[in-house]
């Protein structure tokens, strides 16, 4: 299984980004989700959207981030707005497909005026 992740970039704070994280299988109703690490941080759950559709967030992008699949494309997505020199990260999207959680190679967010 593969991922790949794609869409990061350069932006300044209170503006958007959106991540796209596409699947090489057929990614049905896995949980799925993205994480983040920052320089000197631990790896941090951003978002996840679980078998039921229900989806979770981080105190920290709660009403901010939207996570959200399409099935048609095997992609994962996170709509992030409203960003914040804070969401500086690399983000990874991930996957469990029965015992087995997959990563993507991650893409750099940089928040910064």
């Known amino acids: 299984v593969q991922l790949q992740a794609s869409g990061g970039g350069l932006v300044q704070p209170g503006e958007s980004l959106r991540l796209s994280c596409a699947v090489s299988e057929n990614i049905g109703n896995n949980f799925m989700a993205w994480y983040r690490q920052a320089p000197g941080k631990q790896n941090e759950l951003v978002a996840a959207i679980l078998r039921t559709g229900n989806t979770n967030y981080a105190d920290s992008t709660r009403g901010r981030f939207t996570i959200s699949r399409d099935n048609a494309k095997n992609t994962v997505n996170l709509q992030m707005n409203s960003l914040k020199p804070e969401d500086t990260a690399i983000y990874y999207c991930?996957?469990?497909?029965?015992?087995?959680?997959?990563w993507g190679q991650g893409t750099l967010v940089t928040v910064s005026s």
């Open positions: 991930s996957i469990i497909i029965g015992n087995q959680k997959y």
